[in-house]
Structures are given as C-alpha cells and as structure tokens.
C-alpha cells in the first residue's frame, strides 16, 4: 500500500512538471519548434502510460500476493481441519480396534471354558467302574497292591487302593519306556544293537558279554540301558514321559546319585531308586498309553516290545498272551520295590495290569514272585469276569 502512494505521489509530480514546462513555454520571446512541442507531449504520454503501466503492475502484484497469501491461509486452514479431524477419527478407531480385540479375547475364552467343560465330562462318562477286589489271599502275606484294568468292559479291580495310588520307584520297569522311546525316534535299530561290555564283572552273570537289545531287555542288563538313554538323551526323554503322563515326570537326578544301594554309574539312574516315582495305578495306565487302540507308538515300535515283553513260561492255563517286564530295587541292601506290569491279549480285549511287592518281614520280596502272582491274578480274574 506504501508503495502505491509512492508511485501515485511521483505520478502527479510529474504532472505538474509538465504542466510548468508548458506554461514556461507559451510565455516565452521564441517559440519551441514543433517537433520539440511534440517529443514533449509523446514523453509525457508515455510518462503517463508507464506510469498507469507500473499502478497496473503493482496492483496485479498485490492481488496475486493477496491472492497467494489468501490461498496459503485457506490451505493451512483446510490442513489444520484435517488434522483435527484424524485425531478426532484415531481415538474412535482405536476404541473399535481395542473392542474388537477384547470381543474376540471373550469368544476365545468361552470357546477355552466350553471344551474344557466338554472334556470334564467325557472323561467323567470315560472314567472305568472301579472295583475294591479282596487279593489277600493270593498275596500270602506279602506287602502290596495289584490293579488290572479291562478296557473293553471299562472297568477297574484295585486290590489296596491306598498302595495302588502311592508311587514308588520303577526300577527296570522303566525298560519299557525307554525302549519305546529309542525305537521310536530311531536311535535304537534292534538288528544292529549290539553293545561292546567293558570289562567290568558285574553281579549278574549274563551282564559280563557283549549283548545286544533283546537279550539285554530280556536280562534287565542295567548297564546297556544306562547307555541307550544316556542316547536317548535328557529333551526327549523328557518329551517322552510328558506324553505318557508318566508319574511324577521327575529325571532330576540323572546321573542316579540318590540311589543309596550303589554308587557305579553303570548300574544307576533317575529311574532306579531315585527321583523318577510312579504309582501302580500309573503303571497300569501307562500301559493302555502305549499299548492301547489310542497308542502313541507305532505299530512297528509296538511288535518289538511285544516280541520282548512276551512271557512264556507259566502261562500254559491262561487263555491268551502275557506280555510284562519285572523290576526291582533295593536300599541298603534290602529290596523295597519289586515289580510286574504289561499288558494281556485276551478273548475279551486286552487286560492292561500291574502287581507290586513292598518290603515285608519274613518275606523274600522279589521280581519274579510279583510276576508269579500276576499271572494268578490274571487268571482268577478272566474267570470270574468271562
């Protein structure tokens, strides 16, 4: 605005220049020729239009500033409205995305709550009749419990069911479970299983060789097992006894050291006289685990164990198949924990059992005596149940 009253002020200066230049002219003794009259009025019109020219010019200037200056204020004003408006928007979706979540958190959650109730009551409808069975008289005195249980039928016989649920050390019954194990991750190949014997003379006779699986499953050799889950290794070992919910899953002493009947790492464990504890009633659901229509093993894992496991003496009564594994343990010497458990191919389905000897005073507590009653149990029951 300054600068138009500047060039407006010049304008009219130079004006009234021109105006006193005529004048002086007219009254003066000669007169200007005519050329110098006309070049006069020519630079005053062109004065004058250059003059109108810069007004215009700084007039156009102004409107485009004007004009500028109103297209940057609209645009600051439109982008400050954009922002108001996204941070008003930002809020709302967020209040929508956080409800989203928590809505699908809820579903999730009933869906969680509805199976859990859904598999509560198939394994209440799934859980077998048990039945308090009066053995006593096959135990002879002998301190223990007995449990078989009949899939088909779903039904259970405990013989002292305090006993049956208290979990004990499973000795060389464990032998089941790691065989399982290696056959089934591969590490053990029972046509190339030969072990090469150290040297050390060991208390049982059949341990001083070099053997291989079947024969060192068949004589409990502690040492061969020893080493085939040292292969075996801690992970899957432990991978193993989570997936048959095998007792209470405890390998904490590895190396054995707890054992307080012996101190050869050779002869030592989790699973002998240690952390490793397991009930009979455990047992014999473990052995539904792994040989049952549900089985987590392979059918080829399966026949190497029942080709293994399979008893054959004292069985000439029983109408079908025996197939188990002893196991026993001492402390200071004594024997604590002997054992028998397996599985019976039967007429009626298989009959999934297991027997346990504890100490007992003037009584020999062993392996093979646990296995001679399980085979009377096992017969006394096919026939009163068929």
Not at 49 to 59: K, L, N, P, V
Not at 146 to 164: C, D, F, R, S, T
Not at 298 to 319: I, N, W
Request: charged share 25%; proline share 2%; glycine share 8%.
């Amino acid at each position: 605005m300054k600068r138009k009253i500047g060039y407006t002020a010049a304008v009219c200066l130079l004006l009234l220049a021109a105006q006193l230049c005529g004048c002086v002219g007219s009254g003066s003794k000669g007169a200007m020729p005519e050329g110098t009259s006309e070049e006069g009025e020519e630079q005053q019109e062109l004065s004058a239009d250059e003059a109108t020219g810069q007004q215009e010019s700084f007039a156009d200037g102004e409107t485009e500033q004007q004009e500028s200056f109103a297209d940057e204020a609209t645009g600051q004003r439109e982008s400050f409205a954009d922002k108001a408006t996204g941070q008003q928007e930002s809020p709302a979706n967020e209040d929508t995305r956080q409800q989203k979540i928590s809505s699908d958190e809820d579903t999730r959650q009933q869906e969680f709550l509805k199976e859990q109730k859904a598999n509560a009551q198939n394994e209440r409808a799934s859980e077998p009749n048990i039945i308090d069975v009066d053995w006593s008289e096959q135990f002879d005195g002998f301190q223990g419990a007995a449990v078989i249980y009949h899939a088909g039928k779903g039904q259970l016989a405990i013989y002292n069911q305090e006993l049956a649920a208290t979990r004990r050390s499973p000795c060389s019954t464990f032998k089941i479970v790691s065989s399982a194990t290696a056959l089934e991750q591969g590490i053990l190949d029972p046509a190339q299983s030969v072990r090469t014997w150290s040297g050390e003379v060991f208390w049982k006779e059949s341990w001083n060789q070099d053997i291989d699986f079947r024969n060192a499953f068949r004589e409990s050799c502690v040492w061969y097992f020893r080493q085939l889950i040292d292969d075996i290794g801690q992970e899957r070992m432990r991978r193993a006894l989570e997936q048959l919910s095998y007792g209470n899953l405890d390998m904490s002493d590895w190396e054995g050291q707890l054992n307080t009947n012996n101190a050869n790492r050779a002869l030592t464990g989790f699973w002998i006289e240690s952390s490793l504890l397991i009930s009979p009633k455990e047992q014999t659901e473990v052995m539904e685990r792994i040989f049952g229509a549900d089985s987590v093993y392979s059918d080829s894992t399966k026949a190497e164990l029942k080709r293994v496991m399979r008893l054959k003496e004292g069985t000439e009564a029983f109408d079908g198949t025996i197939y188990g594994k002893t196991g026993m343990g001492m402390a200071h010497g004594i024997v604590v924990d002997a054992w028998y458990t397996g599985f019976a191919d039967h007429k009626d389905g298989n009959l999934y059992f297991c027997v346990y000897l504890g100490q007992t005073d003037d009584k020999e507590v062993t392996s093979t005596a646990a296995r001679e009653l399980a085979v009377k149990l096992l017969l006394d029951y096919t026939d009163t149940v068929s």
